[in-house]
């Protein structure tokens, strides 16, 4: 017997079953290795628009925001792409990500960055204003290659240089992203499977690195035989996004849920859930919207795209991110 159910009971479902086999929060621990890796700053999620479904992107990987989740997703790039990304949050943190990525033939470059800093201040004594301030965070700048390998698999690779600044104390590294991605059902189906922050700083630290595997699965108004390999992202109308997250050095997996749904080809409406087996404050709900127009005259063959998500907390505070991304 064949059962049809509508998008958002399939939602719906599926937040039912993750709820159901989630760990409860009484039988977790923190992790025995929670703060021991450096660069903490390289976990910020890039893109606001794969954090409003939930920090799930890695199968779905189809703008440049992929940069900083899963680089073999840059193959569904089509000319070239730019984003940055500024991430709103406690303590007066100010995260930012600008990336962008250029094909060349079948080959897909890119460059990122990715920074997170704030000012501290130094005080002798008990005075109203402080003695001095200083800049502390870190950066990681990145130069990214994605390869087709055959219709349905690409391959994708990063290279970054990391720099930490803590006040007094400095440090420098180097850290690859490795991942692959399949998309197959006529591109319905993305899995990808990505290695992050593989690295370490100088003197031995590690980096946060983690394995981000997903799945998407994307539907469209035109009919699926219509469609080529690669579909241009103002025809996809629906998409179901899963992610597990698995840090190996200081943290405990989390497991990533979300949906994505576009009106009139220029409105986007976006919802996840990210459940941590740890006790982790970001626990819960996103937020998300888009507004995608191409430009007139002069900006014809370009197409923008703002995006905004929002992750509320009621313990650390509400965190909003402001995006654009352009085609061109």
Known sequence: MKINCSPFQKIAILLLIVAATAPSAHAVNIHDGAGTAGAAFLKIE???????????FAGLANDVSTIFWNPAGLTAVHDQELTAMQHFSFADINNQTIGYAQRIDRLVWGASFLGSFTEIERRQGPTEDPDSTVTVGGFATGLSLAYPLGSAMSVGGTAKMI???????????????VGVILRLLDNHLGIGVAVQNAGVLDGGENLPMALRAGLAYRTWKQPAETETAEVMPSQELWAFVADA??????ANPSFHIGAER?????????????IGMNENPSDGLALGIGVRRSGEDALANMDFQFDYAFVPDAYVGNAHRVSFITRF
């Open 262 to 274: 576009w009106f009139y080809e220029s409105v986007a409406a976006r919802i996840g859930y990210r």
């Open 245 to 250: 997250h698995l840090p190996l050095i200081d």
């Open 163 to 177: 720099s930490q600044q803590l006040d007094i104390q400095n440090a420098y590294g180097v850290a690859a992203d």
């Open 46 to 56: 890039g893109g606001s628009r794969p954090v409003g479904m939930g920090g799930a």
